[in-house]
């Protein structure tokens, strides 16, 4: 039994450290996700505010 419980204990230890490693993975892309996101929101903001201000004058004229 002795060697059964050797053999048990690295396995586990591996698999917490693949879990470790894919959670790392998974907040990494989500924080990526969420950073693109918001960046490219705010490009397209400063894109709409462009051409409202264009389309106004455009009105005005």
Do not use: H, W
């Amino acid at each position: 039994m002795s060697r059964q419980i050797r053999r048990q204990i690295p396995q586990k230890q591996k698999k917490k450290r693949v879990d470790r490693n894919a959670c790392l993975l998974v907040f990494i892309l989500i924080f990526f996700g969420i950073l693109t996101f918001l960046l490219l929101t705010a490009r397209d903001n400063n894109k709409l505010n462009s051409t409202l201000d264009e389309t106004f004058d455009f009105v005005k004229n």
